[in-house]
Structure formats: structure tokens, C-alpha cells
């Protein structure tokens, strides 16, 4: 069973700070790995999407890499601003399945 | 488009009543899902659906059941509300084809049961 785990739990850091988010996994066959942004109260928005045959994927300051022999992926934010202050998941789509398994998240609060 | 479109956005309900979440969604995708979210638990599956007139059970079914008649819409219904179901609900849809299409969610139905 796939298991996906995001750390930290929750990050606080200045305006300006180029940040890293952290998403690990058990199972390496994958289809493909998603970036999900969540606002309080909202629902999910996705950032990027990373293909199995993909190593990046950029959108604006978001880059996003997976390396799926480590069962890893991150997602990288330079020049931190107050508005990408939310919750960030991962979820994986699995080889043989098409139910995405999702990390519970890093709350991030980027200050003035 | 609209979107995944999620009704009602708030509601409270109080043990033992029933009621039903309604979702829909207007982009012909095939697959929709039922997420519900707690504090700090990330998202778990309910139900999904492959197709108008299949569902599957998820990772936590119980006390909850679905239907899909059409393409577009997908409600869940609770039966005897439990105060265990006190979440928050989530719908979510994709176009399947070759592992390469995102999810779409909706904005969520926030329930509390006493």
C-alpha cells in the first residue's frame, strides 16, 4: 500500500526566503505526482503535475522535482510572499491504480 | 465551465437524521471522487466513481452511500448522521485517460453533527 508523508508538518518563514517542501513515498511505481495548493476553507487547487517519465515541472516560482528511485519529491518556492501562505499536499497516482494517495500536508505561513 | 460544483456549503445536522450532499460537475469528466477531511488527517476516500452507473467503495465507507446515474453528477447521502461524521466533504472529478489529468475539486461542504 502506498504510503505518502509530507514534512514538516507546518513551516513558518520570512517574505523573501526561498522555501523547499518535502514529499516522500513507499511505493515507486507511480503514474504521477501532483502539487495541490489548499486555502483555509477552500478546496484544492493544483499547482503542478510531474509526470513517471518527468523529473520537473516549473510554473512561475514553483518548481516541483521527483525522483522516484529515492521516493521523493519536492517543491521548491523561491522569493516566499505573504500570499503563498496555505496548506500544500502531494498526491500520488499509483502504478495499477487510479485513486491518488495524499500526504496530509505542510501548513506554511510566509510573514511580513 | 463551472467547474466541480458542491451543495449545500454549510450545514448541521443532529444525530440520527439523514441527509445528502450534492455534487456536480460540467467538464465530462469520468471519474469522481468523495474525500471527507479532518484537522491535520489529510484527505480520505469515501466513494469513487469510474463511470455513469459504477462506484467503488474508498478507504472509509461506511455510513455513507453514493450513486452516479449520470455523468454529472455523483451525491453522497449519510443516513444516520454520527457525530464521527463531522468533517469536511470534498468532491473531486478527473478525466482518466492515460494518467496524465489533474484532479478538480470542489469548494467543500462543511458538516457538523450534534
Known amino acids: 500500500k502506498q504510503e505518502v508523508t509530507q514534512i514538516p508538518a507546518a513551516l513558518s518563514v520570512p517574505e523573501g526566503e526561498n522555501l523547499v517542501l518535502n514529499c516522500s513515498f513507499t511505493d515507486s511505481a507511480i503514474y504521477n505526482l501532483q502539487w495541490f495548493r489548499q486555502d483555509p476553507g477552500k478546496g484544492l487547487t493544483s499547482l503542478l503535475l510531474i509526470q513517471s517519465s518527468q523529473r520537473e515541472q516549473t510554473s512561475g516560482r514553483l518548481n516541483a522535482s521527483l525522483d522516484k528511485s529515492s521516493g521523493r519529491s519536492t517543491l521548491y518556492i523561491a522569493a516566499s510572499q505573504p500570499g503563498d501562505s496555505a496548506t500544500y499536499l502531494c498526491?500520488?497516482?499509483?502504478?495499477?491504480?487510479?485513486?491518488?494517495?495524499f500526504g496530509r500536508g505542510t501548513s506554511l505561513i510566509v510573514h511580513p | 465551465n463551472a467547474g466541480v460544483t458542491q451543495t449545500p456549503k454549510f450545514r448541521i445536522l443532529k444525530i440520527g437524521q439523514s441527509m445528502t450532499l450534492q455534487c456536480t460537475q460540467d467538464m465530462n469528466h469520468n471519474y469522481m471522487y468523495w474525500y471527507r477531511q479532518d484537522p491535520g488527517m489529510g484527505l480520505k476516500l469515501i466513494y469513487y466513481s469510474v463511470g455513469a452507473g459504477i462506484t467503488d467503495k474508498g478507504e472509509v465507507p461506511n455510513g455513507y452511500n453514493v450513486s452516479r446515474s449520470t455523468t454529472e453528477d455523483f451525491p453522497l447521502r449519510l443516513e444516520l448522521a454520527a457525530p464521527s461524521q463531522t468533517s469536511v466533504y470534498f468532491c473531486a472529478s478527473t478525466l482518466w485517460t492515460s494518467g496524465i489529468e489533474t484532479q478538480y475539486f470542489g469548494p467543500g461542504t462543511r458538516l457538523l453533527v450534534l
Open positions: 498526491a500520488l497516482q499509483s502504478g495499477g491504480s487510479y485513486i491518488p494517495t
